[in-house]
């Protein structure tokens, strides 16, 4: 199974992260948009779809936190409510998303689903680390990672 392989799904979280995708027409729709400089956000909140050539998401809210250099210098991005992920080959749902640029780590946090061909993944959380390639699965305390797997 390829769940091993979840970078694709980090990629929501770096659609405005990266100056690389700087090129990449990406599609954001919300109920309401608001850019508050003092706390230099730029926050979508109610059915927020974001669609990237790649990826597309879904939240009830997203939160993209900027640094001096504005919209190009994101410091996270944070996903929350009914958090939805699908790429070509997986879906992965969870209460909450983040990503951090600078440590390279996106976390999908709270009743974690992946799912993809091969079978699916349910935990408490998610961790990618982009910059090693690792994806860890954890379940809450007392709990167990637990998985269903169709073998080929």
């Known amino acids: 199974m390829k769940l091993g392989r979840l970078t694709s ?4 979280s770096a659609l405005l992260a990266m100056p690389a995708f700087a090129q990449t027409q ?3 729709s919300a109920d309401t948009f ?3 400089e003092g706390r230099q956000e730029a926050v979508f909140t109610g ?3 974001v669609k990237h050539p790649t990826v597309s998401v879904w939240a009830d809210k997203v939160v993209a936190t900027y640094g001096s250099g504005g919209t190009s210098d994101i410091k996270s991005f944070e996903a929350t409510g ?3 992920l699908e790429t070509e080959e997986q879906k992965a749902s969870g209460d909450r998303a983040v990503f951090s640029p600078g440590d390279q780590l996106l976390r999908l946090t709270g009743n974690v689903q992946v799912s993809n061909a091969a079978g699916t993944v349910n935990a408490e959380e998610l961790v990618v680390n982009l910059a090693t390639n690792v994806s860890t699965f954890t379940a809450r305390q007392g ?4 998985g269903v797997f169709t073998s080929q």
């Open 9 to 12: 799904l980090a990629l929501f």
């Open 26 to 28: 990406v599609q954001i």
């Open 34 to 36: 608001t850019v508050e």
């Open 47 to 49: 059915n927020v779809v």
């Open 82 to 84: 009914k958090v939805r």
């Open 143 to 146: 709990g167990r990672v637990t």
